[in-house]
């Protein structure tokens, strides 16, 4: 501790009319950056500070958040004065087939984040290290996976981890958050696509359970972490508001701190 925990998503606007132009033309798309700042956990009301971004994308660029996300926790270290220790990134709504290039570009963001704002120090932190620990993991919701009962009568409880399907270069885990009574539940496929070795004893699985019971105000079934489930949310109603006639690329138009 300190720790941040971010999410990461993006809004993905339809399709709409141009009486101009007579066609159709696509909108702008948001993403939302969510950054939680965790100082503490000996309290029983522990202190969660929240900073969001919001940034407009044009169609088709909804991928390249390094300069987005390089910004926004420059920006959150600054304004609630934190130098972490360790942090942890939860990113919605990245293909296998952007790994390699999307994902690297947004760690590398990342890492430019924390190496700024170096002259913050937090509050009766003595130190700070060169270089803070970071894992970057990739939640995938839209899977066709799904866990059984051995009778094949029931889908897996609440709570259910399964690590021993894996890819060929990633380390992946599922959990099944929802067990609805009258369907099959559908879990949530978590891939590490970036773990530093100072974070090799971090139980993420456990972190990514607990911090799935985390909303401050959500009354549907728990898919994924707090932070990634609110950048989806406020992107998606911030997204709402986004004028598709802009010409648009990278530009933050919302900022805002909560604390809770």
């Given at each position: 501790?300190?720790?941040?925990?971010v999410?990461?998503?993006?809004?993905?606007?339809?399709?709409?009319?141009?009486?101009?132009?007579?066609?159709?033309?696509?909108?702008?798309s948001?993403?939302?950056?969510?950054?939680?700042?965790?100082r503490?956990?000996?309290?029983?009301?522990?202190?969660?500070?929240i900073?969001?971004?919001?940034?407009?994308?044009?169609?088709?660029?909804?991928?390249?958040?390094?300069?987005?996300?390089?910004?926004?926790i420059?920006?959150?270290?600054?304004?609630?004065?934190?130098?972490?220790?360790?942090?942890?990134?939860?990113?919605?709504?990245?293909?296998e087939?952007?790994?390699?290039?999307?994902?690297?570009?947004?760690?590398?963001?990342?890492?430019?984040?924390?190496?700024?704002?170096t002259?913050?120090?937090?509050?009766g932190?003595?130190?700070?290290?060169?270089?803070?620990p970071?894992?970057?993991?990739?939640?995938?919701?839209r899977?066709?996976?799904?866990?059984?009962?051995?009778?094949?009568?029931?889908?897996?409880?609440?709570?259910?981890?399964?690590?021993?399907?894996?890819?060929?270069k990633h380390?992946?885990?599922y959990?099944?958050?929802?067990?609805?009574?009258?369907?099959?539940?559908?879990?949530?496929?978590?891939?590490?696509?970036?773990e530093?070795?100072?974070?090799?004893?971090?139980?993420?699985?456990?972190?990514?359970w607990?911090?799935?019971?985390?909303?401050?105000?959500w009354t549907?079934?728990?898919?994924?972490?707090?932070?990634?489930?609110?950048?989806?949310?406020?992107?998606?109603?911030?997204?709402?508001?986004v004028?598709?006639g802009?010409?648009?690329?990278?530009e933050?138009?919302?900022?805002?701190?909560?604390?809770?």
């Amino acid at each position: 501790m300190p720790a941040i925990f971010v999410g990461v998503d993006v809004f993905h606007a339809p399709m709409v009319y141009d009486p101009e132009s007579k066609q159709r033309r696509r909108k702008a798309s948001c993403a939302a950056i969510i950054i939680e700042v965790i100082r503490n956990n000996t309290s029983d009301q522990a202190l969660v500070e929240i900073y969001s971004e919001t940034w407009k994308r044009s169609g088709g660029n909804e991928y390249q958040l390094g300069d987005a996300l390089q910004q926004t926790i420059t920006n959150a270290r600054k304004v609630l004065k934190v130098n972490p220790l360790c942090v942890v990134v939860w990113r919605d709504g990245i293909g296998e087939s952007e790994f390699d290039r999307a994902s690297k570009e947004e760690i590398e963001g990342i890492r430019k984040g924390l190496r700024q704002g170096t002259e913050v120090v937090d509050k009766g932190q003595s130190s700070q290290p060169q270089t803070i620990p970071l894992a970057y993991v990739v939640c995938q919701k839209r899977i066709a996976t799904k866990f059984l009962t051995l009778d094949g009568r029931h889908g897996a409880p609440s709570g259910t981890l399964v690590k021993g399907i894996q890819g060929l270069k990633h380390e992946t885990f599922y959990i099944n958050g929802r067990a609805p009574p009258f369907s099959t539940p559908k879990p949530v496929r978590y891939i590490i696509i970036e773990e530093d070795d100072a974070l090799a004893d971090l139980p993420l699985e456990e972190l990514t359970w607990g911090q799935c019971h985390n909303y401050p105000n959500w009354t549907g079934p728990i898919k994924v972490p707090s932070a990634c489930q609110m950048a989806h949310k406020l992107a998606e109603l911030a997204g709402s508001f986004v004028d598709c006639g802009e010409t648009i690329n990278a530009e933050r138009f919302k900022n805002k701190i909560h604390f809770l």
